[in-house]
């Protein structure tokens, strides 16, 4: 059995953003949402009463990205070679699945508009919609493959995107350019998500292999600017506090 367990209370901690390299989503003040290497379901953690539960373990079998919408859950999930998003009600019953094969090569990036449409990337590299109205993807914006797998996440109302050795860059609902960045960082780190906490902060997590360290940042929601780093880590599982401090954690520590 899996259990989860806090190395500080829920009052003095925001709690996880980074699980064993995955991204943490969090659902108003109260719930954590995420995924675990080897859980077939999604694993929901009550801050308050420091509990853990695990739904749709009989419905998901490789679930990594969440994105947390009014009524649904949405969950990336891969069988074999088929890549799709699971809809789920907020009990773990199945609304949905929307498919991707044909459309994105990235199973597990995708983001989440607040009217519910889902943006992934076509093999081309531009934004698209999963659901199309027709038999032709419509086009939310155009963006560059980068050298490295591109990372996205529903943010601020629209969607960020951080495409590895080019730019980061967040889109209004309408795929509008809100603002654009040059990538800030060395070739030497490589990028495995995005994370956005209780107080709508974005946080991306790096790994630098010839190091053996894993580093979490904090990116400004206004322009773009690295506001915060963390001290290196030995694992890929970081807690963000409430005045935005990083600590590296153990992943032993909360898996076990």
Known sequence: MLFLTACEGPADSLGLVFLDGRAVAAMGDSLLVMTAEGVSGVLLYDIRNETLDTIAEET??????????????????TRGASARIAVLNFDGTLDRWIELAGIS?????????????????????????????????????LTDLGVRPNLMAGVA??????????????YNEFGNIRWRTDWPWAETAFFTDIAVDRQERIHLLAAVPNEEIFLAYTVGRTDGAI?????????ATFTVERNGRYRPDSTVAWLR
Do not use: C, K
């Not at 990594?64 to 969950?75: K, S």
């Not at 990235?106 to 943006?119: E, G, S, T, W």
């Open 227 to 235: 506001i915060r780093w963390s001290e290196d880590g030995t694992y």
């Open 60 to 77: 998901l079998n490789q679930p990594v990205h969440i994105e947390i919408g009014p009524d649904r859950w949405y969950v990336s999930d």
């Open 105 to 141: 090569r990235l199973a597990h990036q995708f983001a989440l508009l607040p009217d519910q449409r889902i943006v992934v990337q076509s093999p081309d590299g531009q934004l698209i919609f999963a659901e199309a109205s027709d038999d032709s993807a419509e086009v939310f914006a």
């Open 157 to 170: 109302g629209g969607v960020f995107q951080a495409v590895q050795g080019h730019h980061m860059t967040l």
